[in-house]
């Protein structure tokens, strides 16, 4: 649509003098010229779709994931307070669950109210050993989501993950105070699961990180057109007598 | 027969090269090069991310930039053609590249989403004196803009 607006303000700007020179006016600006226009006038080179920085971005992509991935762990090894929501009680009880800093196991234990989260030897506390996860789920597919068959708003399902271990029969229940936890942890327990991280929150992140590298490898091409297909490569030098040896300096 | 490049000191790679040759040198996009020698349709040099590892490209895959060379020969050093102000920009964004990575994975939330503004705001400043379309006034405005955020960025 946007496009068509341009053809169409393009046309206008050039001022034809009639419908006819209008049409043929509007015609000679067909769809790709006009997308050619846009890249080069308006967008910058990162932001383009062209072939060979798609292709860049792409490279750039694994090594940003596995940022991605250390964050999740180191924020899970500083851990985090969750609520257990009791129809019963006032008040909802707390607890926090905690990542060990080798990563092999979750340490979680009650909380009193205004207690600052614990240290992992402190309080009586509960283990699963990592090796023992067998599966993440989330939502509606929670143990403790099908429970009240339905009767759970929205917002406490897409708060809502567990963690099934030894055997699948048991289950740890999580209800995150924020999606952004929810994120953290589904994404963190993914990791320790050796599966591909999924949430909203990793992809907005990684078009953060990635926007920014992609544009600092573009710096020195400023203003340097980039072919969009490879150019062709000349046949092998007849010989590789160079003028300057390096052997010595590298050794 | 391999001659020493006078002019085709420094360029910027255009395309990827897989170095899919004999003694080829592997190139990603954006990468900039330092050239020693060529033949015919071919150029030796190294990428300055990799000093150490020489090997040859097609002339075709680097846009060339104006340098200044001194000391020229085996040990050159080449150092390319631009507003200083620019190269400075350049170098302390990479730098802080490195850091801004290291804020995100250490959860410096406030520090990270600060200095990523900071980032893109000396991009565009950057791209706008590159420009070539800024008066001698407003090139003294984006310099003094461009050294405001530099100090931001060292504390």
Same mark, same amino acid.
């Given at each position: ?5 341009? +053809? ?6 050039? #001022?034809?003098?009639?419908? !006819? ?6 015609? /000679? ?16 080179? !990162? ?22 991935? +250390?964050? %999740? ?23 926090? @669950? ?27 506390? %509960? ?16 143990? &403790? ?9 929205? *917002? ?11 055997? !699948? ?33 990793? =992809? ?17 091409? *400023? ?6 297909? /490879? ?19 590298? +050794? | ?13 255009? @395309?990827?090269? %897989? ?19 060529? @033949? ?22 680097? &846009?060339?930039?104006? /340098?200044?060379?001194?000391? =020229? ?34 959860? #410096? ?6 200095? =990523? ?20 006034? +407003?090139?003294? *405005? ?12 060292? !504390?």
């Amino acid at each position: 649509m946007q496009v068509v607006r341009e +053809q169409i303000t393009r046309t206008l700007s050039s #001022k034809p003098t009639s419908l !006819e020179l209008f049409k043929n006016k509007v015609n /000679a600006l067909n769809y790709s010229e006009i997308l050619k226009l846009r890249q080069t006038e308006r967008l910058h080179q !990162e932001e383009t779709l062209a072939p060979p920085v798609l292709e860049l971005k792409e490279r750039l992509k694994p090594e940003l994931l596995e940022l991605i991935r +250390q964050q %999740r762990l180191n924020r899970l090894c500083h851990g985090t307070l969750f609520r257990k929501i009791s129809s019963r009680r006032r008040q909802d009880k707390l607890w926090y @669950c905690r990542l060990s800093p080798n990563h092999k196991v979750l340490h979680y234990g009650d909380v009193e109210e205004d207690m600052e989260m614990p240290s992992i030897e402190a309080l009586q506390e %509960r283990v699963i050993p990592v090796a023992d996860i067998k599966n993440v789920v989330m939502g509606k597919d929670c143990p &403790h989501m099908k429970e009240n068959k339905g009767k759970q708003t929205k *917002e406490v399902l897409d708060l809502a993950f567990s963690i099934t271990y030894d055997v !699948e029969e048991y289950s740890l229940n999580f209800i995150a105070s924020s999606r952004t936890d929810f994120c953290l942890w589904t994404d963190g327990l993914s990791v320790l699961l050796g599966k591909e991280m999924s949430s909203e929150s990793m =992809r907005s992140e990684l078009e953060i990180l990635l926007s920014m590298e992609i544009k600092l490898r573009l710096l020195d091409l *400023e203003n340097v057109p980039i072919p969009d297909t /490879a150019p062709p490569i000349p046949k092998p030098p007849s010989n590789f007598n160079f003028c300057y040896d390096f052997s010595q300096a590298e +050794q | 027969m391999w001659t020493p490049t006078e002019d085709e000191k420094i360029g910027v790679v255009v @395309c990827s090269f %897989r170095g899919s040759v004999s003694l080829g040198l592997t190139l990603e996009l954006g990468e900039t090069v330092h050239i020693l020698e060529k @033949c015919e349709g071919w150029y030796r040099g190294f990428s300055t991310k990799k000093p150490s590892i020489k090997g040859i490209f097609p002339a075709g895959y680097v &846009h060339l930039k104006k /340098a200044v060379v001194t000391n =020229r020969g085996q040990y050159e050093t080449v150092v390319p053609l631009e507003d200083p102000i620019i190269t400075e920009v350049t170098s302390t964004l990479q730098e802080w590249s490195v850091l801004w990575k290291q804020l995100y994975v250490k959860h #410096k939330v406030d520090l990270f989403y600060k200095l =990523r503004h900071v980032m893109n705001e000396l991009i565009d400043l950057r791209r706008q004196l590159l420009s070539g379309h800024l008066t001698q006034d +407003q090139v003294r *405005e984006v310099k003094r803009h461009i050294t405001v955020r530099l100090d931001w960025g060292n !504390e």
